[in-house]
């Protein structure tokens, strides 16, 4: 009865090869975020979406971008992967109203060739 | 602005032994403090929250947490360590309309 699932939990692509990454969840939480994990480092938040509104930290690189179809689903896109790209992504969501609980996925683990 | 320090980014304690895993926090506004684990190849499970009710919070598998804010701490505890819970620690601090601020994390290793 996993909350927040990820799809792929390992994804491997070649170097500027477009990459989607996926997340869904049995939630119906409001809002819904997408981190970076480097080995050894805290969670890096890059963007996240509140209902519909997208959010994106300062520092997220262009080349990721997010897309969010409905309350369920979201997407992260890497559209040309670098070998620093390389990385766990990890999915989260919350409700607003409930003290910011984050509830995370299991990750995706990027590797880039 | 809001941060997190971990003392320690790697702490070893033998089986049966205490847990005592820092964390301190800054925060201009009344906090929300989390303690999350991370086993290896997993993403971030949830131990334990602070949200503003009792300041003695207990958690899953045994882990509690003291809120004082006299000392700026959310310092996680567990009295006798077992092997599983050997992973990776991350303390959090948050607030009413604000993101996550990850503490930097500290490895637990339990020795036999």
């Known amino acids: 009865d996993a909350m927040v699932i990820q799809n792929p939990r390992y994804q491997v692509t070649q170097f500027g090869k477009p990459v989607t990454l996926s997340c869904s969840q049995t939630l119906n939480h409001n809002v819904m975020y997408w981190y970076q994990q480097k080995s050894s480092q805290a969670p890096k938040l890059l963007f996240h979406y509140y209902d519909k509104d997208f959010n994106n930290e300062a520092d997220t690189p262009d080349n990721f971008q997010s897309r969010r179809p409905n309350t369920s689903f979201c997407f992260l896109d890497i559209r040309s992967p670098g070998l620093g790209d390389a990385a766990m992504y990890l999915c989260?969501?919350?409700?607003?109203?409930?003290?910011?609980?984050?509830?995370f996925g299991a990750g995706t683990r990027l590797s880039v060739l | 602005a809001q941060s997190v320090t971990q003392l320690g980014s790697h702490v070893s304690v033998s089986e049966g032994a205490l847990v005592l895993l820092r964390c301190n926090y800054s925060?201009?506004?009344?906090?929300?403090l989390f303690w999350y684990v991370q086993y290896p190849n997993q993403g971030l499970q949830l131990l334990l929250k602070?949200?503003?009710?009792?300041?003695l919070v207990k958690g899953i598998n045994g882990f509690e947490a003291e809120f004082k804010k006299s000392e700026t701490s959310f310092h996680l505890t567990k009295p006798s360590a077992h092997m599983s819970d050997a992973a990776e620690y991350f303390c959090?601090?948050?607030?009413?309309?604000?993101?996550?601020?990850f503490g930097p994390g500290t490895r637990l290793s339990v020795l036999p």
């Open positions: 602070y949200t503003s009710a009792a300041t």
């Open positions: 959090a601090v948050s607030a009413y309309g604000q993101n996550f601020v």
């Open positions: 989260a969501t919350s409700r607003t109203g409930a003290k910011n609980i984050q509830y």
């Open positions: 925060s201009s506004v009344p906090p929300y």
